[in-house]
């Protein structure tokens, strides 16, 4: 069921079962059994094709893994890829937004404290939205247009800017923290008028250029993507293949990059002055993704290390990979990815009627799932659209796909009503309670 779901993937939260195969570390770990911890964990993933891609992991500046996995090693030859191949990054290019703002900042350009009239004349409550409320996804901004039809591919930075003066805001700024797509468009732009060059050139020129990212670039602007990684999804169990660039992708801030520049990248702002500005929760992150790509960074401040991984499928268990390389890193034991068999129990109607009715996907520009009771089992359906059946796994948990860690899980409000987390992709999605049926 959840291969149907029409939605932009982008990294939020997330919730895993866990499988059950443990490797021990200990405190006298040495890098080279690091290492062997590391390549098994990868190749396990690539084994039951939940990794295709490139990895470099780094800790306190010793190289511990650069490698390039392959699910199959007899398969479509776009599947393929290496250390050399050029990814899309998706929203890993917000992190090149934020820091651009940062730099511009540096050079006096730009207050993040101020607010958007200060740059951006007839915006609608651009006196209220700060620079910063749009870098912290706070602006009030939806994730997506509400009915916008055309072709973003054609948009330039400035006519997409005109249509999203016309969106409504979802909150009033600041006080509430939603994704927005819409919200970096407005960053990109805001990059372009102050420095006085496109964003794509400004990237060019401040980052790929001077940390010698020479394999990084903008889709529509550069000329050096030689060797691209097309993205793959896994439908049936087969395995097909996006062989071009989205309509529906917003053209400026599409970045590409290998594993290696965006390892340069990640030290780089590791030690720019503005470091403690990009810091959050002990880390600098960014994940990035969309149908059959992902892509993700992150350094570790107290740990001092760097992970970073692209991929050309995507079947990641992210959150599970993040937590276990984490553990990995710091010497802790982890569980090493293993088939799944999952087994169905039967429960009864009335444990399943509690949650039946629409629960609205807000993270997901506002996806609506609705849930309903037939023959002990819970149906779901998209847009009236039959698109699933629901095992129970017990009074609260659900999955369609035995073989999968992907579940739905209820949670039970203060009154009476649930909500729900979905997992789809290796993320979790929280659904909330609208109506009845």
């Keep these: 069921m959840l291969r149907y779901l029409s939605v932009i993937f982008i990294s939020i939260s997330y919730f895993f079962l ?46 511990l893994l650069q490698k390039a996995y392959q699910m199959f090693n007899d398969t479509i030859p776009t599947l393929k890829v290496s250390l050399s191949h050029q990814f899309d990054i998706r929203s890993v290019s917000k992190l090149f937004a934020k820091a651009s703002i940062m730099e511009l900042e540096k050079e006096g350009l730009i207050d993040r404290k101020k607010t958007l009239d200060t740059y951006i004349s007839e915006f609608p409550r651009a006196d209220e939205i700060t620079i910063n409320h749009l870098l912290n996804n706070q602006s009030g901004l939806p994730r997506e247009f509400t009915a916008y039809t055309k072709e973003y591919r054609t948009s330039t930075d400035t006519s997409l800017i005109d249509i999203i003066r016309n969106e409504p805001l979802e909150f009033t700024p600041g006080t509430n923290t939603r994704y ?48 691209y990684a097309y993205g793959h999804e896994i439908n049936n169990d087969k395995i097909i293949p996006i062989l071009s660039l989205e309509e529906n992708q917003f053209k400026i801030g599409k970045l590409y990059a290998t594993v290696e520049d965006l390892h340069l990248f990640m030290k780089y702002i590791q030690h720019a002055s503005y470091a403690s500005a990009l810091i959050k929760n002990n880390h600098i992150s960014h994940a990035g993704g969309t149908d059959g790509k992902r892509a993700y960074v992150h350094y570790q401040v107290d740990a001092d290390y760097h992970l970073i991984f692209l991929a050309n499928i995507d079947s990641l268990p992210i ?23 999952r087994k169905a129990i039967q429960i009864s109607e009335a444990i399943l009627k509690q949650y039946t009715g629409t629960y609205d996907f807000t993270e997901i520009n506002h996806t609506k799932l609705t849930f309903s009771c037939k023959n002990n089992s819970l149906i779901v359906r998209q847009n009236e659209e039959m698109i699933g059946s629901l095992f129970a796994e017990n009074d609260t948990t659900f999955f369609e796909d035995a073989s999968s860690n992907e579940s739905f899980v209820f949670e039970k409000n203060s009154d009476g009503t649930h909500t729900v987390y979905m997992d789809w992709k290796g993320a979790q999605w929280k659904g909330i309670f609208i109506s009845d049926q």
């Design 319 to 341: 959150k599970n990979m993040i937590d276990d390389i984490h553990k990995i890193l710091i010497d802790e034991s982890v569980t090493i990815p293993a088939p799944v068999n």
């Design 180 to 227: 927005s797509n819409l919200g970096y468009q407005v960053i990109f732009h805001l990059i372009a008028m102050v420095s006085g060059m496109s964003y794509a050139q400004y990237i060019n020129n401040t980052f790929f250029i001077p940390l010698g990212m020479k394999n990084s670039g903008a889709h529509y602007f550069s000329t050096n993507l030689h060797q």
């Design 18 to 63: 866990t499988p059950k195969k443990e490797v021990s570390l200990n405190k006298e770990t040495t890098a080279a059994i690091t290492t062997q911890h590391l390549d098994a964990y990868f190749t396990a993933l690539a084994s039951l094709n939940q990794f295709n891609g490139t990895v470099v992991i780094t800790r306190k500046d010793t190289l």
